[in-house]
């Protein structure tokens, strides 16, 4: 399973309402596997289905240009894009995003 969680480091609030999507990665090709919405704690629980993973590279994809925008708040990055790959498909991958206007990080979280 996937899941992710968005921290605005800069407000010391959850990223509410920001847009997100999955895709894998077969033979080079792009799929969206996953999308939503994150809720009010900041969080997306349902990228994937409970259960394994195929075994791939995967990208999530913030919409963070609308989130900023609809603060009112000048940013830098529009998008931001994580690739990862999952290698052993029955764990649980938790990727969150930690956010300000400017910057970002990101670590494989539990």
Do not use: C, N
Request: net charge neutral; hydrophobic share 40%.
């Amino acid at each position: 399973m996937i899941t992710t969680h968005v921290l605005d480091t800069a407000r010391g609030r959850p990223g509410k309402g920001i847009a997100i999507e999955l895709e894998r990665a077969d033979a080079g090709v792009w799929h969206l596997i996953g999308a939503g919405i994150t809720d009010d704690d900041g969080r997306l629980k349902t990228l994937t289905q409970p259960g394994p993973l195929l075994a791939a590279r995967y990208r999530i994809r913030f919409q963070t240009g609308l989130y900023f925008e609809g603060l009112g708040t000048p940013s830098f990055f529009p998008v931001v894009e994580i690739q990862f790959t999952v290698d052993a498909g029955a764990e649980h991958y938790h990727v969150p995003l930690l956010l300000s206007p400017f910057g970002y990080s990101t670590y494989r979280g539990s």
